[in-house]
């Protein structure tokens, strides 16, 4: 079958490393594991980061990748594959809890291939309302900012949530996933293209990125780290929350401790979903016919370009990758 597989790690030409190949053996189905016809997996930084070796295990390279994925089983269901493999008794019955979880393509072959397997609990129904290629936008950004929001975070309908870098893929689902939640939702990007995109999402206010809301929140939906983490304490009210899921500009910011202990502000991390939390997730999606943003949608053969773009910036979506 033909897949695309990290082959190598470089730091510094990463796509040197992702290769296509015809010649890949399918998938043998064993028991407890669904083999699924790839019909589309999205680009993720994930992917990116095992091709430079950030936190992938070079042991595990060679390696399909791509996390996310839409398809369809032998049976003709069609479905999304939750992403995180784990055992939620082994995480005290949260999976990614579990010491041993992994994301899809860490250490199991991923979504850009002809066919994948994957354990049967990480097999669910795909939103009629939605093509493949959209929903193979959902698994991992959209299922993460559910947890965020709806677990960790806890918030409520009334409520009032900041975003912070609305252009990335989890702050641009926690939009969405907010706004259909009844919350009051404000954004902030550097970008005035990703300012709109934010209130086309349902914002109801989008800011230039350190620029003062009209209120202070309940919580901050926190993925860029050290450049807006300042802002987001500030943000707060009393006993509000951070959740953090993430810190592309950086991970080591001023603490500013004597805010968080005088404020009673709470700071929480926020990895993955659970299989229950992805399942939340889709039925949302598809009660509220809520729809992911689709830069553009390339077949295998294109893969590096796809790759490229991400790696250019100033995508305004997800770049989504079709098996034919």
């Not at 189905?29 to 095992?50: C, F, Y």
């Not at 809520?290 to 773009?309: N, S, T």
């Amino acid at each position: 079958m033909r897949a695309a597989l990290a082959v190598a790690q470089n730091p510094s030409d990463p796509l040197s490393c992702l290769v296509l190949r015809d010649d890949v053996p399918q998938p043998e189905p064993r028991e407890g594991w669904v083999r699924i016809q790839v019909k589309a997996s999205s680009v993720n930084m994930h992917d990116l980061w095992t091709l430079r070796g950030v936190g992938h295990d070079p042991k595990n390279i060679p390696i399909i990748l791509g996390c996310d994925v839409a398809g369809v089983t032998a049976e003709g269901r069609e479905v999304v594959v939750h992403p995180v493999i784990g055992d939620p008794e082994a995480g005290g019955g949260d999976e990614t809890l579990d010491p041993e979880r992994a994301l899809l393509s860490e250490q199991h072959d991923g979504g850009f291939a002809e066919y994948i397997l994957v354990p049967e609990r990480c097999v669910l129904d795909k939103p009629a309302s939605l093509t493949f290629e959209e929903a193979a936008c959902l698994p991992v950004a959209w299922s993460t900012a559910y947890r965020m929001l709806f677990t960790r975070a806890e918030l409520q309908p009334g409520q009032k949530v900041l975003v912070q870098g609305a252009g990335g893929g989890v702050a641009s689902a926690a939009i969405s996933l907010a706004a259909a939640a009844g919350l009051t939702v404000y954004a902030t990007s550097r970008s005035a293209e990703n300012r709109q995109l934010a209130l086309d999402l349902g914002a109801t206010g989008a800011f230039d990125s350190g620029e003062r809301l009209p209120e202070r929140v309940d919580a901050v939906i926190e993925t860029v780290g050290e450049a807006t983490w300042g802002h987001s304490l500030r943000c707060l009210k009393p006993g509000g929350v951070i959740v953090i899921a993430g810190a592309t500009s950086g991970t080591s910011p001023e603490a500013d401790l004597g805010r968080i202990f005088y404020q009673q502000l709470r700071i929480v991390g926020s990895t993955g979903s659970t299989r229950e939390e992805t399942s939340g997730m889709l039925d949302m999606v598809e009660r509220h016919r809520l729809k992911p943003q689709v830069d553009r949608i390339l077949p295998l053969e294109r893969i590096h370009e796809g790759f490229q773009a991400m790696i250019d910036g100033g995508l305004s979506g997800k770049v989504v990758i079709t098996m034919g």
